[in-house]
């Protein structure tokens, strides 16, 4: 038998009020909850080379320099770097506490400290290049928003429900800055290389996020490549 519409629409029942404003309380829950999600950022190794011609030599004291102009990011990168290391039973130290700047150092004076240092390795990590990368961010709620419902037996209730269901769509432009980093570690015996890289960063201005991200990313693969921490 054919629906047959009627002249005038029936009016909202309280379970049908109390559907529609639970709706849209669920539609603003939804809202905000994707406002509050964290975009991903962070360390990213694009490519990398690791010595497989020979053994690997063991490493339990490795010199960390940071060659960058900013200091306080040099300085927090190395901490960091420190810190990992040791969990990996090796011995990192920091070049900013055993080294003077760039510009009073020879490199005759470096091979000396390094050499005086008893260093097993020395990782040198130096950014290359910057570049802007502009991204459209999508927040968007597709199709109705679903709630458990209390009327569906009957047709008309859940007809104007359905009127009720909320849709969202919006995006905004995303503007990041990407720092490509490439990392180099030397056996100081041959001075030979061990291990080689690149990194993609998303540049952020809170230093220690920075630092402890590209940290955690570098040390991250010096044990999954067996660089470090192996028996």
């Known amino acids: 038998m054919p629906f047959n519409l009627p002249e005038s629409e029936q009016p909202l029942t309280r379970a049908m009020r109390i559907y529609a404003i639970r709706t849209r309380l669920l539609f603003l829950v939804s809202i905000l909850a994707l406002s509050a999600v964290p975009l991903q950022a962070g360390t990213k190794i694009i490519h990398r080379w690791v010595l497989t011609d020979q053994p690997m030599p063991k490493l339990y004291k490795v010199l960390v320099i940071g060659v960058m102009e900013n200091y306080l990011i040099r300085q927090e990168l190395e901490d960091e770097m420190e810190r990992l290391l040791a969990k990996s039973g090796v011995h990192g130290i920091r070049s900013h506490m055993v080294l003077p700047p760039r510009n009073e150092l020879m490199e005759g004076e470096l091979k000396e400290r390094i050499k005086e240092g008893d260093y097993d390795g020395v990782l040198v990590i130096r950014p290359k290049a910057m570049r802007k990368e502009t991204k459209e961010v999508v927040t968007s709620l597709a199709g109705p928003l679903y709630v458990p419902p209390t009327a569906y037996s009957n047709f008309w209730p859940y007809w104007n429900m359905a009127w009720g269901q909320g849709y969202a769509s919006s995006s905004y432009m995303k503007e990041d800055t ?31 996020k920075l630092a402890r991200e590209y940290a955690k990313a570098l040390v991250k693969q010096l044990r999954k490549d067996k660089v470090i921490g192996t028996k």
């Open 178 to 208: 990407y720092v490509s980093t490439e990392f180099n570690l030397y056996n100081t015996k041959d001075e030979k290389l061990l291990w080689s890289g690149e990194t993609d960063t998303v540049y952020t201005k809170d230093f220690g």
